[in-house]
């Protein structure tokens, strides 16, 4: 009869049970190693930069400016969440939309670009996209979203980790667009 490695007696079933446990843990622990993560990371990235590049070059045709969104909404969904590309290709993607008139989109992609630099600490960069991402929701008529976006901007903008010209060219902008 066979024995577990905790030297319990083992029939064939459980040996199979172990068997697949073994596999399972393996397979995962093993996966799941830094330099695994690492080369995983390394190819979303190059995949996005390679969407980037296709990305651009639509842009001269106003008549695919909806694929070159689609292309940098992909490229950011391919970043790592700690890449300051994310928050800037999802910037890209909510201007082409907003230039597309797609306004709700154009305000969520926005938003979801200011969160991802506010989490990486990009305050200037939040808060310059807290107020486009304000400014689309005008534009899509959801005025309780542009008031609540606003408001994040305004209270990033008064961040004593600015200094005295960043708060005022923020403070300046959030006058004209709000």
Not at 12 to 30: K, L
Not at 31 to 43: G, K, L, Y
Not at 124 to 130: D, G, K, L, Q, Y
Request: hydrophobic residues 45%; charged residues 30%.
């Amino acid at each position: 009869m066979d024995v577990s490695p905790w030297g319990e007696p083992m029939n064939a079933s459980r040996m199979m049970v172990f068997g697949v446990w073994f596999v399972a843990t393996t397979a995962a622990t093993t996966s799941a190693t830094p330099a695994n993560a690492a080369t995983a990371r390394d190819q979303g990235a190059s995949k996005a930069e390679a969407l980037e590049r296709e990305a651009n070059a639509l842009f001269s045709e106003s008549s695919r400016v909806e694929e070159a969104a689609r292309l940098f909404e992909r490229a950011a969904e391919l970043r790592d969440a700690s890449d300051p590309m994310h928050f800037k290709d999802l910037e890209k993607a909510a201007r082409l939309r907003h230039y597309l008139e797609d306004c709700r989109k154009a305000q969520k992609l926005m938003e979801r670009s200011a969160n991802a630099a506010l989490d990486m600490g990009y305050l200037v960069e939040a808060a310059r996209n807290f107020t486009d991402a304000a400014f689309f929701a005008v534009h899509a008529s959801r005025r309780a979203d542009a008031d609540r976006l606003f408001e994040r901007a305004r209270v990033i903008a008064g961040s004593p980790l600015l200094d005295a010209s960043q708060r005022a060219a923020l403070t300046s902008r959030l006058q004209k667009v709000g």
